[in-house]
């Protein structure tokens, strides 16, 4: 079989390529995961070592997928298989793209909630205190169908644009979607650093205290960058293999990762000037964005209620077009996988993928009802919600393992010359030996071992 496809679907522009894949990897991760891990260690501590981590680990890992999709030009499971020339790490590419179907699956119902918030802001729902404003999350997510009504929502906007193709629909979207991303989280950064008392939570993200710096906020930083980079969900993989053959891979590659972090802290900038200015811990947890957030703009704009309704509405709206544009990319590795495997239509693969992962995630939902919660209901295992157990596989045990062999992969099997090859596109670019040295090595060494300490970590070994 030959490397190339001709009649494969391509981004049809360099900044095509750079919006969608920077819109794969920039989401909930960097807009809602990214500021409370931030606050839990130590705020600029933790984005020195981030912005380290992202160097060190997640540029060359990106650039490796993307090796691998271009060369290939198949999807992610056909793409290693080819790679490999078959045998057992053939099961790599299978591996992310399982871990891009089940991630589709349960990231699709934090999108629903995203929704949610929009349509209650809107609604002045969230207006009370910071009991209120617990009871009313709870209650939403507690409910039998609400959360599962804003899923479909959602999974029916990813499904368009994923049926309009690469170019009519990933595409456009992203370009649509990602200046309008930038423009809200601009707004609200501004708005958010002009409060009284803002300077405190500037300090908090730029001036680093290294009294708290420890092992714990290095392996946290380290899994930080490698979730917020859509590292090993078959994200890069995949849209790598809509690339030209023109595309400078090491380039790109470093282009994303400079948005992907400018967009992580921009969320640190637009929270946690916030956060102090009304005396709210920065550290609060996986719940910030949906319980502690909606009192903390109430209490901030309080003498501007309008403005604070606009600021929390801006805000969900942004939560939502991050979300969307890791949703696409994660529906994209299954689409792509059965259009090819099966030898279906576009849109056929496209609908096995959104009726099969909407099921999973209304499970997922549904998991989160009360009477079926970790004292073993019926939507439950291992003493965990299916919600938090697709979570958990995914997060903590499918990434780190299919990060790791693909490092691997790229640096023990594949040959070296492909690389070269990858690297200067055929030799029309000239990249420096010490440079081809220096990602090798870190294939080799540097990132596997890094990423072994992650899986550890997670796995509270270390």
Known sequence: MKTGQTDRANFGSRLGIVLATAGSAVGLGNVWRFPYMAGQNGGAVFLIIYVGCVLLLGIPCMISEFIIGRRAQANTARAYTKMAGGGPWSAVGYLGVLTGFLITGYYAVVSGWCLQYIFASLMGHLQGDATYVENYFNQFISHPWKPIA??????????????????????????????????????????????????????????????????????????????????????????????????????????????????????????????????????????????????????????????????????????????????????????????????????????????????????????????????????????????????????????????????????????PSIVTDEFTNQGTLHVPAWVLRGYLFSMRYVCPICILLIFLHQLGVI
Not at 151 to 156: E, G, R, V
Not at 173 to 192: E, G, N, R, W
Not at 247 to 265: E, F, H, K, P
Not at 367 to 383: E, K, Q, V
């Open 150 to 415: 804003w899923m479909l929502a959602f999974f029916a906007i990813t499904h368009v644009v994923i049926v309009c193709g690469v170019q009519k629909g990933i595409e456009r979207a992203s370009k649509l979607l990602m200046p309008t991303l930038f423009i809200l989280l601009l707004v609200i950064v501004v708005a958010s650093c002009l409060l009284p008392g803002a300077g405190e939570g500037i300090r908090f993200l730029f001036m680093p205290d290294f009294s708290r710096v420890g092992h714990d906020v290095f392996l946290s930083a380290l899994g930080q960058s490698f979730y917020s980079l859509s590292i090993a969900m078959g994200c890069l993989c995949t849209y790598a293999s809509y690339f030209s053959r023109q595309t400078n891979l090491m380039q790109s590659a470093i282009q994303i990762g400079l948005v992907d972090s400018m967009v992580a802290i921009l969320a640190g900038l637009m929270i946690f000037p916030a956060a102090f200015s009304v005396g709210v811990s920065p550290d609060s947890g996986a719940s910030l964005v949906f319980i502690t957030l909606p009192n903390v703009f109430q209490q901030a704009f309080s003498s501007m209620p309008t403005v604070g309704y606009v600021i929390a509405l801006a805000f969900y709206a942004l939560l939502a077009l991050a979300a969307l544009t890791s949703l696409m990319s994660l529906h994209e590795v299954s689409t792509a996988f059965f259009h090819e495997e099966l030898h279906v239509r576009r849109h056929w693969g496209a609908l096995i993928v959104t009726v099969s992962c909407a099921v999973i995630g209304c499970f997922c939902s549904l998991s989160l009802l009360p009477s079926s919660g970790a004292d073993g209901g019926s939507l439950s295992l291992f003493g965990m919600p299916l919600f938090d157990l697709f979570d958990f596989v995914t997060g903590q045990i499918f990434l780190p393992v299919g990060g790791f062999l693909t490092c691997l992969f790229l640096g023990w099997v594949v040959p």
